[in-house]
Structures are given as structure tokens and as C-alpha cells.
């Protein structure tokens, strides 16, 4: 019998992400109960890109597929797509190896919307880690996918996703493969587009336009958040802002003036959430804000310079 879902993990010198992953998807629970490792309705599939570390035995002693390649090799749509080639299952849940799922029901919560014949996408819900500094918290909480509530994203009575004003549009693409799923069948007629950056959002674009239906399922939960330093922030923005110039046709950051207001925002955000909170770090993270944010914004204005 054919497993119902594949996890589908890239993994790189992740032992210690491995460590407390790996016992989470072994206690999840599926169809009443039944535990889904145990029971063959769940399997785990990984690539590793030759890791220094323990995770291949990691994988291999928690039952995981494991395939090994060289580093040089690594790409995000490509080696998700190569994994997905091998999974059996009807689901294919794709997940961060930093990624660390919320309870034993985070499986059946995530897959649940799929009884929508429609619905060719799920993505969960990503919070920090309680352990996080503040200004990664504040950063994560602001981003779409820390929403509370259920949403369905079609564009049923729309005559296209590029017809419609750029937020609107960029409101619909949902997926994020730090944890999400999708529907077997309809993922090998529209794999992860090879980009640099982004293949989940622009998967989303792909499907939408296609007809299929995409939702947000805040009931499953994953911890997961990047503490930045400034050099990483701005390479990890300037990224970013690249691939929305070039795929999605979006300047984030169009000028210095919207520069000098980026920073302007984020920092005031930033003591706006240190006031509400508080907490340990709280004075550090004050005074790491504006160089933090600076780095943030100047990486986006960066990348938006990049040719459409």
C-alpha cells in the first residue's frame, strides 16, 4: 500500500534540527489516532547535499529515504522536484529541516483541506520559537503566514493573476515550503519552476493560473525563524527583492526615498513591539534595530534594481 503522505525534506548539516524533528514526525497521528510513520500512511523522503555532520543517519535510523548528493549540486525547486520524483504518496508535504511542527494532529490539520477536489496547495501557519530575540520574533510575526485565520485563494471571477493590482496579487500567493502541501498528482504537470529564489511563490502563481485552489490552514503550526545578523540580513533581502523584480514584477524598494521610509517603518515597528512585550533582550534589541533594518531595507533596494 502506498503511503497517504510524503514529507519531502532537503536536508544540509541539520543533526541538530534532525534531533527534534525527526521524534515529532514519528508521534504524529492520522485517521483517529493511528500513529502515521507506524501505520505506512506516512513516509519520510530526503536529500541530503552531503552533510559534515550526523543527519544521514539521523534519516536513515527514523526510517527516511535518503539519497546523497554533492553540495555543488543543491538548488530549491530543482532538488525539492527530484525528491518529489520519488515519493509515493498522495500528499506531498514539503518541509524545512529548521522547521519544527506543533502538536500530534499537525499532519491531519495541514492535509485536512484537501477534501476540497479543488485544492491543490496548503500552507501552515510559521511562528518563531518562544527562545527567539525579539526583533526575530516581531519580523516573523509580521509576515502573512503568521495569520490566525483560515483562508481560500482562487481567482474565480478574476480574468487573470496579472490583471490584478500587485498587492492583491501578491495576497494570493500563499505557498511556503518552510511547510507546506500539495497534491501529488497535480505537482508532477506543475512542478517548482528551477529559480534562485522563490520557487514556492512562484509554484503558487502557476497553479492559480491553472485553475487550482490554494489555502492557508492556520490549525497546523510550525516553529521557525531566522535570527539575522546585518551582512546576512541584507544578503538574505537583496534575495529576495530580486526575485520579486524578476518573477513577479514587484519593486519593493523603487527609490531612496522609499529607503529612508523602509527603515523608518521597520524601526518604528520594532520599538512598538519592544513596548508591548518587553522580555529579555529588550534593550539590546533596541539599539540593534535601526543598524538591523538598515541592512534589511538596503538589501531590498538592491535587489529591486535588478532587470525586470
Known sequence: MNPRISICLPTYNGARDLARLLPVLAAQELDGGSAGLKSG??????????????????????????????????????????????????????LSQDA????????????????????????ARVLPHPEDDPLTRRTALAQPEAGSSPESFDLDGVAGLWTLPEAARLRLLVINDVASAVRADVFRKIPFPDVEFGEDVAWAARALTAGWRLRFAPGAVVHHAHCYTPSQAFARYRVDARFRRRVLGHMIRPSLLSVARG??????????????????????????????RSAQVLGQYSGARAPR
Open 263 to 292: 527603515i523608518t517603518y521597520e524601526v518604528r515597528e520594532d520599538l512598538r513591539y519592544l513596548g508591548r512585550c518587553g522580555g529579555p533582550g529588550k534593550f539590546s534589541a533596541v539599539l540593534r534595530s535601526p543598524i538591523l
Open 100 to 123: 519544527l511542527p506543533q502538536g500530534k494532529d499537525f499532519l491531519s490539520a495541514l492535509t485536512a483541506p484537501f477534501v476540497d477536489p479543488r485544492t491543490a496547495g496548503v500552507s
Open 41 to 94: 500512511a506516512v513516509e519520510i523522503c530526503a536529500i541530503d547535499s552531503s552533510s559534515g555532520d550526523e543527519s544521514v543517519a539521523l534519516l536513515r535510523a527514523a526510517g527516511a529515504q535518503v539519497e546523497v548528493i554533492p553540495k555543488s549540486e543543491f538548488r530549491h525547486g530543482a532538488t525539492r522536484n527530484r525528491i518529489a520524483a520519488r515519493a509515493r504518496g498522495e500528499i506531498l508535504l514539503f
